[in-house]
């Protein structure tokens, strides 16, 4: 499925062929793939308009997965996650899907600019 914009996912041109082929996979099955360094860029740029931070307290989440949305907006994959948090790559696709359930978001790049309208990262 492609967006308005005609593009369903974003990859940096020197994305290894795992990545490549992950993301094939991503878009193909209906998602949408913005690469980790491309959210970072594209984030870092208008960090500067968005709201003023909230508290974390202001956040529905529990610490862990709280902890799980920082590591999100910081542009790490499912399996960096998991070897930070010492988890299994499941069980952070479970938090992932939590979160974006519980805080109303389709996608991980709708999770990271919610983290930064949040003030929950700089």
């Known amino acids: 499925m492609r967006s308005a914009a005609g593009a369903s996912g974003f990859l940096l041109k020197d994305a290894p062929p795992a990545q490549l082929l992950d993301g094939i996979g991503t878009v193909a099955s209906g998602g949408a793939l913005l690469a980790p360094e491309v959210t ?28 799980v949305l920082h590591l999100i907006a910081a542009g790490m994959s499912n399996a960096e996650i998991a070897v930070t948090l010492v988890l299994s790559q499941e069980t952070v696709k479970t938090y992932v899907s939590r979160i974006l359930t ?21």
Do not use: I, N
Request: glycine content about 4%; proline content about 8%; aromatic content about 6%.
């Open 40 to 67: 970072r860029r594209l984030v870092g740029r208008y960090a500067d308009r968005l709201r003023p931070p909230a508290t974390e307290a202001d956040v529905p989440l529990t610490p862990r997965k709280l902890e």
């Open 102 to 122: 519980k805080l109303d978001l389709r996608d991980r790049v709708q999770a990271v600019v919610y983290a930064y309208r949040r003030g929950l990262v700089t």
